[in-house]
């Protein structure tokens, strides 16, 4: 059953990036042209609602830094959300990372009869359930099936940070200022997010796909807003950049003329052993025959970076954006080396959380760990950190005489 979902899955990715031919590839995208329009609608009216207060969100008390992006997948939300948590810890603040839990093992629901019942006093209200702490700053307490894999890696990679899932976020926020006295909160993914009040919106964009892959909304394209919803961002982050960006930025420009721009790409920091802990360096793989594994929403960026790391890509296996590896799947890929006879397997460290324990084979096989790297703009991301963390300064003498009139 679950292989057949996937396998729907990634039909219906193939035939929105436009890999797929023939005549029913191209009937769905008429269907998914006519879909986009009336998800355009819903888009559209639900901003108009939150932005002219119809629908009001909600202020918790604290900073809300809010990471994400225009598009589905892909653009490098969570490395820069552990930049960024790590950079305001430094600075001393008590933050805790908010996430959804994108694919993680779903709650027990409160049954709707019960739901119904307790609205017409028939029986008591149901109590609410605990979002899920993932870590509470000094152990990590959940795996990735129970967390989700973004939450785990976060959690794993930021010691001292508590990291907090749940899909009612404001729930979460007011869960993680009562229990870790948290006083800024890094929302994972939360530009779509509107309930929560954001202080900050950082938006990501892929140099590569910089407004999706064909300009369409979901489902017939990628983007989940339109790119005039950039209007809202405070900070803009370029990822996977060369430095090159003029063409980009001059895009930007036409939906966002205030907002900071940073420019920044994923750095391979080295490859891990799985099993031994065991690090090798980036150039370690020079000249090597690898086989590469990934199951993330775009493989050819991660198969290219080991080409660049001067791999030779021997066995490719590619599975869905956030598939739960079983042992059958990854014992036939071994086997695959095996036979082809190659020097090691890679897979990405998103990628490795959700492997099952496995025995140790007759190669190594390494998870690539990724961090990012600025390389235009580091002052401005200095400067942000700095307006988050440091409290605003009243000159002297103004607060208390203002203070004292107004009370």
Same mark, same amino acid.
């Given at each position: 059953m679950r292989d057949s979902l996937e396998d729907l899955e990634n039909f219906i990715i193939d035939v929105v990036i436009n890999n797929r031919r023939g005549i029913r590839a191209s009937m769905l995208r008429v269907v998914f042209r006519g879909l +986009?329009? $009336?998800? +355009?609608?819903? $888009?559209?009216?639900? %901003?108009y609602l939150y932005r002219h207060r119809y629908i009001h969100d909600h202020h918790l008390g604290v900073p809300v830094i809010s990471v994400g992006n225009l598009t589905v997948g892909g653009t490098g939300k969570t490395p820069v959300v552990e930049m960024l948590a790590k950079a305001l810890q430094e600075h001393g603040r008590r933050v805790c990372i908010l996430s959804r839990g994108y694919k993680s093992k779903r709650q027990r629901k409160v049954p709707f009869s019960k739901k119904m019942a307790a609205r017409f006093g028939l029986i008591p209200k149901p109590p609410e359930p605990l979002p899920r702490i993932v870590s509470d700053g000094e152990k990590v307490l959940l795996d990735s099936h129970n967390a989700g894999d973004e939450p785990f890696m976060l959690a794993k990679n930021c010691p001292g940070i508590p990291v907090v899932v749940d899909k009612n976020r404001v729930k979460a926020g007011a869960h993680a200022i009562q229990r870790f006295g948290a006083d800024v909160l890094v929302l994972d993914d939360g530009l779509q997010y509107l309930r929560l009040k954001h202080r900050h919106d950082i938006v990501l964009i892929d140099k590569t796909a910089p407004f999706g892959n064909n300009g369409y909304l979901l489902p017939r394209g990628t983007l989940r807003e339109p790119p005039r919803s950039l209007r809202r961002a405070s900070y803009i982050f370029i990822t996977k950049s060369d430095g090159d960006s003029e063409d980009i930025i001059a895009q930007i420009r036409r939906y966002n003329r205030a907002a900071e721009i940073i420019e920044c790409r994923h750095r391979a920091m080295h490859f891990e052993d799985i099993h031994t802990g065991e690090r090798l360096p980036m150039d370690g793989l020079q000249g090597q025959f690898v086989g590469a594994l990934s199951g993330i929403a775009v493989p050819e960026s991660f198969e290219n970076g080991l080409r660049k790391l001067g791999a030779k890509v021997e066995v490719i296996a590619r599975f869905a954006d956030h598939h739960r590896f079983h042992g059958a799947e990854l014992k036939q890929f071994i086997e695959r080396c095996v036979r082809r006879d190659v020097h090691c397997m890679v897979t990405t460290e998103k990628d490795y959380v959700r492997f099952p324990k496995l025995p140790v084979a007759d190669i190594p096989f390494y998870f690539m760990r990724v961090e990012i790297e600025i390389i235009r703009g580091r002052d401005v991301f200095d400067k942000m950190v700095r307006l988050i963390a440091e409290p605003r300064r $009243? &000159?002297?003498? $103004? %607060? &208390?005489?203002?203070?004292?009139?107004?009370s």
């Open positions: +986009s329009g $009336v998800y +355009s609608a819903v $888009v559209r009216t639900r %901003l $009243v &000159p002297a003498g $103004v %607060l &208390p005489a203002d203070f004292m009139e107004a």
